[in-house]
């Protein structure tokens, strides 16, 4: 239907009216809204391939009504503003739905949640709406009827008038029942409306299933719901997980052909309850029956910090007037009904173009390629450069200079490079050629057999020192007060450090002569670096920036000696003995202990007064509450942050693992709480606690 050339420019378009770049008439930019908005309709509809985001797609749709609001001369009959909704593919029989199925206006802030309560209290004339708040699933949408109890037709949304029919393949979705008892409520014939979905859980486990055999993966679940309900072979869209949620009554009649909306069923949560217990899955259970509009935005708020815990994947929430009578009142509009309206949640993805590749080199030499974005403001942070982890990760995403990324942001998590999109390069793209030798020292780069990492091997390596000393302070390590990352990396350029010694004979004199420190500030700096000294061995430990040696690894291995020393005479075979450290470890601290130079790094820096003993005051646990249990903690944590969480656990004799697996006994959730979560509950050995179960458990 579009030519390679017209998909080129309609992308290339697109960006530019996302971006607001070129000045045009408000005739020229309808038009060009349009082609647009027409072009991805029929890459979301017919292809099921969209090349744009739905936030984009919405704000350029937005753009078009406000600009036809403005200048109605500008109006076209056949304008995508025009239509109910969007596309249609002509491979199943065409049917008209019963009542037509409208979309939803958009909204994005309590202030538009306000701004809806006051034009519905406006339409009706009433003085307080009840508002039923549901999530809004993000899938296909469908709409049943049923007469007679019986299934008789299931269709797509098509544009909103007619759909395509589907009804054998809605047959082979088990939660679609084939009768209901809708005779039971004196209903003769009803159509309902829901979204068609792939639970997150099952959608991840048909990728993989796809990746295992070679497959081309599945871009996102609401893609692969609409394909899978579309395909010719309803046998296997059942086997495809596909579920229909119904949330919606839009026509109920009794055997007189007289309306039962409204006299009978009274409100919208009643109609969702009367499918309930009809056998439809419905949201039942997550929506709220909210007095008004704070407590509307109230309840949306919530599900929004908790939206990632939720099955199904959600866009947002759906307020509706609760009271049918009064829904009727409000009317619709050709696009959406005026009782409703969507509230989007904070987008998780957003697209970029990646302008560089730089390499950074860390404190064991591995060389980290980072991308180099167009900054993207994504929940709340301004991005502008990602890890792109490896070279393997470059290839396995075909990332190339100039490609449009997908950025991927969902609550704490930090900010992933999902993929690109190929559909947008225009040519001027180039390959990522990884550097094969080191950035910082010029070495040539190493890589082993098993890992997918490239090195630089040289231990005088400037970048590695810098990384290394700045670790060595870090609050994870020596937690050296006053001396931060900046002060290091000055402090090197200067000269004044040279090696991790070198951090306790600082020229204090020199420094006190340097711009923007004084007698004050050189007094604390000097104080933080004493203080510091008296430090438990596992910091030291964990300080010396040993490969594969973190934390808690530190902590194992300090448990297990007297001073640091004693890590010398260690047989790899000791290692390995030692609980929590398995062969790759246990090597790497071998390797470590056996390097003349870091033994004689250990015993300057106990000349120079660093604590390397184990102190009895040292010990991590307090008493034995939790001795032999193993603890992680996932989402965000309200009653303490994740330090305190550690220190609370190990201070009651528990240990801390960092993934889930069968050793783990307790998982601590907070909000938000992603796949550990998930991947726990599949584990009956775990136990799952709040934070408050917790606090319980060590009283
Ligand atoms: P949009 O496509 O962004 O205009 O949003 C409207 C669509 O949201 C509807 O056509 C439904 O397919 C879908 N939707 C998802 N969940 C709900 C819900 N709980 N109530 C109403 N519509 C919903
Ligand atoms: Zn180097």
């Not at 296909?140 to 797509?156: C, F, G, K, P, Q």
């Not at 007094?523 to 430990?541: H, Q, S, T, V, Y």
């Not at 938000?672 to 050995?685: E, F, M, V």
Request: charged share 30%.
């Amino acid at each position: 239907m579009y030519s390679e050339e017209q998909q080129q420019h309609l992308n290339h378009l697109t960006q530019q009216l996302v971006k607001h770049t070129g000045h045009q008439s408000a005739k020229q930019k309808t038009e060009e809204l349009r082609q647009v908005i027409n072009y991805h309709d029929w890459r979301y509809y017919a292809l099921s391939q969209p090349v744009i985001l739905d936030v984009d797609y919405d704000k350029l749709f937005k753009e078009l009504k406000d600009l036809e609001k403005e200048h109605p001369e500008l109006i076209s009959p056949d304008s995508p503003t025009q239509r109910v909704a969007r596309g249609l593919t002509d491979d199943f029989k065409q049917v008209s739905h019963l009542v037509s199925m409208l979309s939803l206006d958009n909204s994005y802030n309590a202030e538009d949640v306000l701004a809806f309560d006051k034009s519905v209290k406006k339409l009706t004339g009433a003085e307080h709406v009840a508002y039923c708040v549901e999530p809004k699933f993000d899938g296909s949408s469908i709409a049943l009827v049923y007469e007679n109890d019986m299934l008789i037709r299931a269709a797509t949304r098509g544009d909103g008038a007619v759909g395509e029919d589907i009804t054998n393949n809605a047959k082979a979705l088990a939660s679609i029942p084939l009768s209901a008892k809708f005779s039971a409520f004196g209903i003769h014939k009803i159509e309902i409306r829901g979204e068609v979905i792939i639970q997150k859980e099952v959608f991840e486990r048909i990728n993989n299933e796809r990746k295992a055999k070679g497959e081309k993966l599945f871009q996102n679940s609401r893609n692969t719901a609409s394909g899978s309900l579309r395909l010719k072979d309803p046998n296997e869209s059942a086997t495809r997980g596909l579920e229909a949620v119904l949330y919606h009554v839009s026509l109920a009649e009794d055997k007189d052909g007289k309306d039962l909306l409204r006299e009978q069923l009274h409100t919208h949560y009643h109609t969702i309850e009367v499918l309930y217990k009809c056998g439809f899955k419905t949201p039942i259970h997550e929506l709220k029956v909210c007095k008004g509009a704070d407590e509307a935005t109230e309840f949306i708020n919530l599900w929004e910090t908790k939206r990632n815990t939720f099955s199904i994947e959600t866009d947002g929430m759906v307020i509706k007037v609760n009271d049918l009578k009064l829904q009727q009142k409000c009317g619709s509009t050709t696009h959406h009904p005026r009782w409703a309206m969507a509230y989007k949640f904070q987008a998780k993805q957003a697209q970029s173009k990646l302008i560089d590749v730089e390499y950074q080199v860390g404190r064991t030499g591995a060389v980290t390629p980072v991308a180099k974005i167009e900054p993207v403001a994504l929940a709340g942070v301004t991005i502008s450069s990602i890890s792109l982890h490896n070279e393997e990760f470059i290839k396995e995403k075909d990332i190339h200079l100039g490609d449009t990324v997908i950025v991927e942001r969902a609550g704490e998590v930090i900010p992933y490079i999902m993929g690109v999109v190929p559909e947008l390069r225009d040519g001027s793209q180039r390959d990522i050629h990884f550097p094969r030798h080191c950035p910082s020292c010029k070495s040539e780069l190493i890589k082993t057999e098993e890992e997918a990492i490239w090195r630089c091997d040289n231990a005088d390596c400037p970048a590695q020192t810098e990384e290394r000393a700045i670790h060595f302070v870090s609050k994870d390590a020596l937690d050296i007060d006053g001396l931060g990352r900046s002060i290091v990396i000055d402090f090197i350029e200067r000269g004044f450090i040279k090696n991790l010694e070198d951090i306790y004979r600082l020229p204090y004199d020199e420094i006190l002569k340097l711009e923007g420190w004084g007698e004050k500030s050189v007094e604390n700096l000097k104080k933080g670096i004493e203080d510091a000294k008296g430090r438990p061995i596992w910091r030291l430990i964990n300080a010396f920036g040993i490969r594969l040696v973190g934390v808690t690894t530190s902590k194992d291995i300090a448990g297990h000696i007297k001073e640091v020393l004693d890590l010398q005479k260690l047989s790899l075979e000791d290692l390995t003995n030692i609980e929590g450290i398995g062969p790759k470890v246990a090597q790497s601290i071998y390797d470590f202990f056996q390097t003349e130079s870091n033994i004689h790094l250990i015993k300057e820096l106990e000349r120079l007064g660093v604590n390397t003993k184990n102190r009895p005051e040292d010990s991590l646990a307090k008493n034995n509450k939790l001795e032999g249990k193993t603890f992680l903690f996932t989402g965000s944590l309200q009653q303490f942050n994740r330090d305190r969480a550690k220190q609370l656990v190990e201070e009651n004799g528990g240990k801390l693992l960092s993934s889930v697996s069968a050793n783990l006994n307790y998982l601590v959730v907070g909000e938000d709480a992603g796949s550990k979560l998930t991947k726990a509950k599949k584990i009956p050995s775990i136990t799952v606690l709040t934070e408050d179960e917790f606090l319980n458990l060590i009283g």
